[in-house]
């Protein structure tokens, strides 16, 4: 009961014209963004952030905009799957394998609605878990102490790369350079200078914004240039939409089993959208007729979409009751809220209640927003993919930079931006993920703390770390996850790549 009267309170913040002007806004944006090949869910986050600080929003304002940019991303990841056989991001490929085809058979407009409506289901299932779970986890998450914190960071780290990473050693080493950068500034404890190199503008560390959309958005763009990208994407021309009741019934019951796998993939550390898309095919192949899957079957495109709606919600879950990303988009938001003084764990929840119920509410209302947005008016979102990126990427570009220059007003700071656009860009051609680097510079400072208050009050006794049941299972589960992504990674990276080939040598 006391759940339901605080979602309650949530839906009088959500549903105020304020509220939902944020999450249509975000809805549209985080569609067309999504639609984008390659930009994604976490780019879309990253280049909107500087805008909602520059607009100086309120903290529930700015959260739901960006929350309604990442389910609207989501959404729109497969659109360029469906009539391009292009994946807008790696969660959508799976969406490929029958969209593409359902396309080809002149059902573009009925594999598009769909893929919306199985989005919907799905987000709106993990929505509920997360109503669910988010408080029970929270409570459990106030036995932590410092030692308990410090190994959940390193069970953070430990499982980012997930099952479907492609090199856990670059992993690790991504996550060590973030924390590498979490160290400069000026030590709280001792007040000693670390890496500034007496630049004023390192005193304080380095901003996480700037980072995050210098590590995003500016190495997408000098990918773009390396590239020559300059011809618009030609689609599959789009049908007169034919769906009909039997055909929404048909694909229900895939649609609720991939939401809620998706859900329990975004939830477990490491396992992502991707798992989340993988496992939704996987199983409703399995169960199914396989006749048609690969073919253009629509619970091949229902299936996966549920899925990593679910999961992209489900990582939401991490993110709010420990203050541990589930997923790259939330490790983003992560960085939002702490650049706002609010703390993602389990005091959010008795700290900043309206803030948490309030989101969470609104989306509730933004899969609804998505859903209405995404059938009637999923031809204007198309005509997004035939503009030439040579016209596209300065507009971005210039979003990005307005938006870190309006914060602070410093030209340093644009240098930065830069500076981390190019190292972002190296460790992309690399082949070295960025997700960690962002992680490591978030939760650096918050795991140092951990640690050195863990050591003062056993007075440097390092046995601390390994003194409780809770930390010991941490601490399990962090090796296995270091692990077992060694041994299964392959597996099922190479049942998806498989998947995909059989199809297309069909």
């Known amino acids: 009961m006391e759940t339901m009267s605080l979602l309650m309170n949530g839906f009088a913040v959500a549903l105020t014209p304020e509220s939902i002007m944020f999450a249509v806004i975000g809805a549209i944006l985080g569609t067309l963004i999504g639609a984008l090949p390659g930009l994604g869910p976490a780019n879309g986050v990253a280049i909107l952030i500087p805008l909602a600080f520059s607009l100086g929003l309120s903290p529930t304002s700015s959260l739901i905009l960006l929350t309604s940019v990442y389910a609207g991303a989501m959404y729109g990841g497969r659109i360029s799957s469906i009539l391009l056989n292009i994946p ?96 400069v500034g000026i030590d709280i404890s001792t007040g000693v200078q670390r890496y500034t190199f007496n630049m004023l503008e390192l005193f304080e560390g380095v901003d996480f914004i ?12 000098f990918f773009f240039l390396e590239r020559h990208a ?41 396992a992502g959208a991707s798992l989340g898309s993988f496992i939704s095919y996987s199983l409703e192949k399995k169960i199914s007729d396989k006749g048609e899957f690969g073919k253009g079957d629509p619970r091949g495109v229902a299936a996966p979409e549920s899925g990593n709606n679910g999961a992209a919600s489900g990582a939401l ?45 609104a989306m509730f209302v933004g899969n609804f927003v998505l859903l209405l947005l995404n059938i009637p008016m999923v031809g204007i979102f198309v005509k997004l993919l035939s503009v030439p990126p040579k016209y596209l990427m300065p507009v971005v ?22 500076a981390f656009g190019v190292l972002g860009y190296i460790l992309r051609k690399v082949d070295i993920p960025l997700v960690p680097v962002i992680l490591g510079l978030l939760l650096g400072p918050e795991m140092e703390k951990s640690l050195r208050h863990a050591l003062v009050l056993s007075d440097g ?8 049941g809770l930390s010991i299972g941490l601490w399990t589960v962090a090796i296995l996850g270091l692990v077992l992504p060694l041994i299964v990674g392959p597996i099922v ?9 059989s199809v297309q040598d069909d």
């Open 493 to 501: 990276r190479s049942k998806m790549r498989k998947s995909k080939d």
């Open 397 to 418: 570009t210039l979003i990005a930079s307005v938006g870190i220059y309006s914060v602070s007003h410093s030209p340093t700071d644009l240098y930065f931006m830069v």
């Open 230 to 270: 300059g011809d618009g994407l030609k689609q599959v021309a789009i049908n007169k939409l034919k769906l009909t009741a039997r055909d929404i019934l048909n694909v229900l019951p895939t649609s609720i089993r991939g939401g809620i796998l998706g859900f329990i993939a975004g939830v477990l550390p490491g």
């Open 210 to 221: 700037i980072a995050i959309v210098g590590l995003f958005a500016i190495s997408e763009l």
């Open 461 to 468: 006794d390092w046995s601390v770390l390994f003194n409780s």
């Open 317 to 361: 879950v991490p993110m709010l009751t420990l203050g541990v990303p589930g997923s790259g988009t939330t490790a983003v938001l992560l960085a939002m809220l702490i650049s706002l003084n609010i703390s993602p764990g389990p005091m959010l929840f008795t700290q900043n209640p309206d803030l948490v119920w309030g989101v969470i509410a």
């Open 88 to 183: 807008g991001d790696e969660p959508a490929m799976m969406t490929c394998l029958d969209g593409y085809p359902m396309a080809l058979k002149g059902k573009a407009a009925e594999a598009l609605a769909i893929s919306a409506i199985a989005s919907f289901i799905g987000s709106f299932i993990a929505t509920i878990g997360l109503v669910i779970l988010a408080p029970i986890l929270s409570k459990f998450a106030l036995k932590f102490g410092p030692s308990e914190y410090f190994a959940l960071f390193v069970l953070a780290f430990a499982t980012l790369g997930g099952v479907t990473g492609k090199n856990q050693v670059k992993t690790v080493m991504a996550a060590a350079i973030g924390l590498m950068i979490s160290t």
